[in-house]
């Protein structure tokens, strides 16, 4: 099971993100995919996302990782890369996966590294790379995820839009 507890943040995101009411490590986390999968996000920062992924119980029938691991490390790391970057009024979506696997991985421990290419007002985009305990690119892969305010930013938005004034 993943463990989101030993999560490090920087100092910086633990302040914007404290009167917010938000469990921060659990919703950095993997989630119940990320769970099973037996990801740990070990830090988080919008400049740098790092996790890992064993690769036992994590494999395809010829007993090497599962191609889909690797994208749901590589789609986590950097869509909680994307959602601290965005900050507490805001979500990301991810709009767009590509995933290259380089060489195979039969045992032990890949790591993956998010940093972010693009990081902007209304989308981020992440590379990562994904290597295996010798260091040995296994994947890389790059996500874009759409940042969209949360439902209750939404909602003000909507109103101050939709109200008009009165004469």
């Known amino acids: 099971m993943a463990e989101h507890t030993s ?10 993100w404290s009167g917010v009411g938000i469990d921060l490590p659990a919703l950095f986390s993997a989630g119940l995919l990320g769970e099973r999968l037996g990801i740990r ?8 996302v790092v996790g890992t992924l064993p690769v036992e119980g994590n494999t395809q029938p010829y007993g090497l990782l ?20 965005a900050g507490p009024s805001k ?14 991985v039969r045992s032990g421990t890949v790591t993956g590294v998010a940093t972010p290419a693009h ?6 985009t992440y590379d990562v790379t994904i290597t295996d305990e010798h260091g040995k690119r296994v994947c890389t892969a790059r996500l ?11 909602q003000t ?11």
């Open 7 to 16: 999560t490090r943040f920087p100092a910086d995101v633990l302040d914007q």
């Open 41 to 48: 996000i070990v830090e988080a920062a919008p400049h740098k």
């Open 66 to 85: 599962h191609g889909g691991a690797s994208a749901a490390l590589a789609e986590t790391l950097a869509s909680i890369g994307a959602m601290l970057h």
């Open 91 to 104: 979500i990301a979506v991810g709009v767009d996966l590509n995933c290259t696997h380089h060489r195979a």
């Open 119 to 124: 990081t902007g007002r209304t989308s981020a």
């Open 144 to 154: 874009t995820c759409a940042l969209r305010p949360t439902a209750g930013q939404q």
């Open 157 to 167: 938005a909507e109103r101050t839009t939709t109200e008009t004034p009165t004469p």
